[in-house]
């Protein structure tokens, strides 16, 4: 992160939280902080301040149970990247929050280098996705006996081979995403799901084992 002020609103129901927050967050330099204790003070909040460059929410507090919080934020602030902080640490969730547009989703027992790294990815434009999202998306129907024996591709979901199909036709995430219909960081756990897969760390090596398996795929098929 480059050393531009940065206006971070911290929206938690618990003060002692808010303020260990933001002693974390002062570490990033030049920072002012808001802070809001309910859904209501938030989206107050919002609206006063035009100039927020991001949102760290929970997902739980007054006027907030869950999801439903972080839909009326992001409708009320659609261009204010919002970053999920919560004690949930449920993979599903993390990913429906991703869905409705969080930029990120962190737990709050997340070390804090990684809070903090996570916190400047997505001040940098980027999307913060949690270990456990893509481990649940790449384990997601590959339960049962026999796995072992199973290729990557057939582990994979079939959201996740379609999205597959089009890595391998060279479509970038937000290509992909919007040829969809889905959000850029759905996009992104599921394409890292699929590295995972494949157990390669690039999208260039994720095309030649990807291509090679189809090629040998073909081949069994012929015999």
Request: no cysteine.
């Amino acid at each position: 992160m480059n050393d531009k002020p940065v206006r971070i609103l911290i929206a938690d129901d618990h003060p002692l939280v808010r303020r260990a927050l933001g002693g974390s967050l002062s570490q990033l330099g030049q920072v002012t902080l808001e802070e809001a204790g309910s859904l209501d003070e938030t989206l107050s909040k919002v609206a006063a301040v035009p100039d927020l460059d991001l949102v760290v929410f929970d997902l739980r507090m007054p006027g907030s149970s869950g999801l439903g919080g972080l839909t009326q934020l992001r409708t009320a602030a659609p261009d204010v990247p919002v970053v999920v902080l919560t004690a949930d640490e449920n993979p599903r969730l993390a990913l429906k929050a991703l869905e409705q547009g969080a930029s990120g989703f962190i737990p709050k027992t997340a070390p804090e280098p990684v809070l903090l790294a996570a916190i400047r990815l997505v001040l940098q434009g980027g999307i913060y996705i949690p270990s456990m999202v893509a481990e649940h998306a790449a384990n997601a129907e590959s339960g049962g006996g026999g796995g072992n024996s199973r290729s990557p591709r057939q582990s994979l979901t079939a959201r996740q081979r379609d999205v597959l199909a089009l890595v391998l036709e060279g479509l970038s995430n937000r290509e992909i995403a919007t040829r969809f219909n889905l959000s850029e960081a759905t996009v992104k756990a599921h394409v890292t799901a699929i590295l995972r897969a494949y157990n390669v760390a690039s999208r260039a090596k994720l095309i030649r084992a990807a291509s090679a398996e189809e090629g040998n795929d073909t081949l069994m098929g012929e015999v």
